[in-house]
């Protein structure tokens, strides 16, 4: 929906694992970020760009913000009946 297609990676510790190159790439294990990620992160599942789906969201989206924009006050009131 958002026309990029998306990848898997083969690691499970995301966050924890993008620390650990960084802290690599500063001491000196690799020249830069981008050396790091392509010897180091290996895509295991790649999901194309659902083109369909792209183009609802394409028309959908201005929809959303217009409600979005005429609603905010509501949900307000909303969320102080519920605070």
């Known amino acids: 929906m958002f026309g990029r ?3 898997t990676t083969g690691s499970e510790e995301g966050a ?3 620390v650990a190159l960084l802290a690599a790439v ?4 690799f ?3 981008e050396e790091a ?3 180091a992160i290996r895509v295991v599942q790649q999901t194309p760009v659902n083109r369909p789906a792209k183009n609802y969201y394409d028309r959908a989206f201005p929809v959303y913000q217009r409600l979005y924009r005429s ?3 509501d949900f307000k009131s ?3 009946l519920e605070g």
């Not at 500063?26 to 294990?29: M, S, Y």
């Open 16 to 18: 924890a694992y993008g």
């Open 71 to 73: 609603l905010k006050g």
């Open 31 to 33: 020249k830069n970020v």
């Open 37 to 39: 990620c392509t010897a």
């Open 78 to 80: 909303i969320a102080a």
């Open 26 to 29: 500063g001491g000196g294990a």
């Open 5 to 7: 297609k998306v990848v």
